[in-house]
């Protein structure tokens, strides 16, 4: 018995919407809830291989997602370039598009971050390996902008070897010295030292030098066991015994009776000489004080007698037989 046809059309149509439904899901979960989310698109050239890195990896600034690869390819399939020499080395780049969200990370003057020394490199996240695509701020002197033969159709972010390529480049380097190095040349003449060098230890200068250090211990031994080392120390300690017996003796001399009588009477005669000085300081003022009168006196029969003699030296006749002096004048009443 046939079914009703319209059960058969609502069975199609419930198998279309679920089939749209998966097909959005699966669109939404590829774009990570990118819709209605502006982003900023960039480009890089990468010279080392992207093993592991596909379109949709995370892009990331010191760990934190900022956005999302959209294209990886070479550039000489997105750009179409002549071929040449000088143009041979720039197409064999790998060009990595890649979206940033604007409320993430806004990106407003790309050339003054570019020359502060924002980079681009491959990355891996610890054990797991997932690979993603790295941007950080480095050193621009160590690691200057490439110059490409092409317009970038997209901001160009400039791009550094990954980690993993800057330690197999050293090492690389370091096999390449190693092979450039003559290791027999190493080899001979480094067994040519030791020759020589056992050549003097057996007869040469190194040889004589030891036999005289040799000597010279000997001697040096002879010698301190010459020395009279116990007299000395015999006679360091009878002076350390007799230092302690003139310290104790000292000792008993300041505890006994008549040091400390005579240490008492110190601030007594301290006191008296104080005394002495003050009363003898009394003294001197008053002999000052009772001189000081005479010695004026003394002064001016002096200056009477130095003008007598100046007066005889001048005038002797006059002075000796002249007329008195006149009377001095009387007030009349």
Known sequence: MAKPPNTLFLRV???????????????????????????DYF??????????????????FRGVQIGRVTEISLAAAIYDMPESHANRAAMQLVVIRFAVERAVARITSLDDMIAAGLRTRIASQGITGVTYLEIDILDPRRYPPIQVP????????PAVPSTITQVTSAAEQILRRLEALDIEALVNNA?????DLRRQVNGGE???ALREASETLTE???EIRKARFEDTAAELRDAIHHLGEAGRSTQELMSSREVRDALARIPAAVTALEQT??????????LQADLSPLMRDLRSSVANLRDTTEALRRNPSQTLLGAPPPPPNRERR
């Open 43 to 60: 480009e890089t050239y990468v010279g080392e291989s992207i093993v592991g890195l596909d379109v949709g990896a995370s892009v990331r």
């Open 277 to 286: 000085l003050r009363t003898a300081r009394g003294t001197t003022a008053d």
């Open 13 to 39: 149509g419930m198998l279309a919407l679920a089939t749209i439904a998966l097909a959005i899901g699966f669109i939404l979960y590829l774009t990570a809830g990118q819709f209605g989310r502006q982003s």
């Open 206 to 208: 190194v040889a004589i």
């Open 191 to 195: 067994a040519g030292l030791m020759a």
């Open 220 to 222: 040096l031994r002879a």
């Open 150 to 157: 092409w317009k970038p159709r997209y901001d160009h972010v």
